[in-house]
């Protein structure tokens, strides 16, 4: 029987009319992401920069999602045609590329994604579940319609280079990260310094120019509005594990008393 994939990430940021939010999937778990898709969230961006996942992994976790009406992405580590061609016969769809720093390295994001004589593309559809192994009609020809292209801007040279970068034919969308961009600029670990909001801000403007969507990473609910003021078309407010470490430490606060709340109250909490 014949196979129909998803709509692209890019597809669905055209179709919306308003920004959308998303969140990060860190865990590995295809439990964890499976409750995240279900959570009412628009998209959500599976990662394997920073976080333990490898290709039997990240397959997992797009079974364990398919259905959700929800948009996925995936992060690899590198922006690398082999780790690449692997994500997108593993049925991925819509790449976050990391690090983009340059036009070359659009280019090559993008070549990475097509076949011959448009990329580099290595050619395995009859093995892949990307082309549900060769149940969806004309796979081969279509394939770069069903793949989106984000590239993260998250350094002062991609910065300088973005509108060149956002001119690159193939490049759907740019995502900006201040916490790597924040560390280029010298700036380690302060992503709401002014300089890093600004910089931050000359790419969406500039993509808002170039009549492309342009995201952000935020945490910082203030920021994260911010920004969607500012013309973000899609944003990452929260993670997966982050959710969980802030949960769990507010439990226990709750409940397990300090070592100066003992002191204080002479240890009446020594024994329930």
Known sequence: MPVRLSPTFATGLAAADRPLAGMWVCSGSPLIAEICAGSGLDWLLIDAEHSPNGLESILAQLQAVHGYPIQVLVRPPVNDPVVIKQ???????????????????????????????????????????????????????????????????????????????????????IFLGPSDLAASLGLLGQQEHPQVRTAVEHCLAAARRAGKPAGVNAFNPATAHH??????????????????????????????????????????????
């Open 227 to 272: 920004y969607l003021a500012a013309g973000a078309a899609f944003v990452l407010v929260g993670a997966d594990v982050a959710l969980l470490a802030r949960g769990s430490e507010a439990l226990a606060a709750e409940y397990i008393p300090s070592p100066e709340d003992r002191a204080n109250d002479g240890g009446a909490h020594g024994s329930y």
């Open 87 to 173: 994500y997108l016969d593993l049925g991925v769809q819509n790449l976050l590329v990391p690090m983009v720093n340059s036009v070359a390295d659009a280019e090559a994001a993008v070549a990475a994604t097509r076949y011959p004589p448009s990329g580099v593309r290595g050619v395995g559809s009859a093995l892949a579940r990307a082309a549900r192994w060769n149940r969806i009609p004309e796979y081969l020809a279509r394939a770069g319609d069903t793949i989106s292209v984000t590239v993260q801007i998250e350094s002062g040279t991609a910065v300088d280079a973005v509108e060149d970068i956002l001119a690159v034919e193939g490049v759907d969308a």
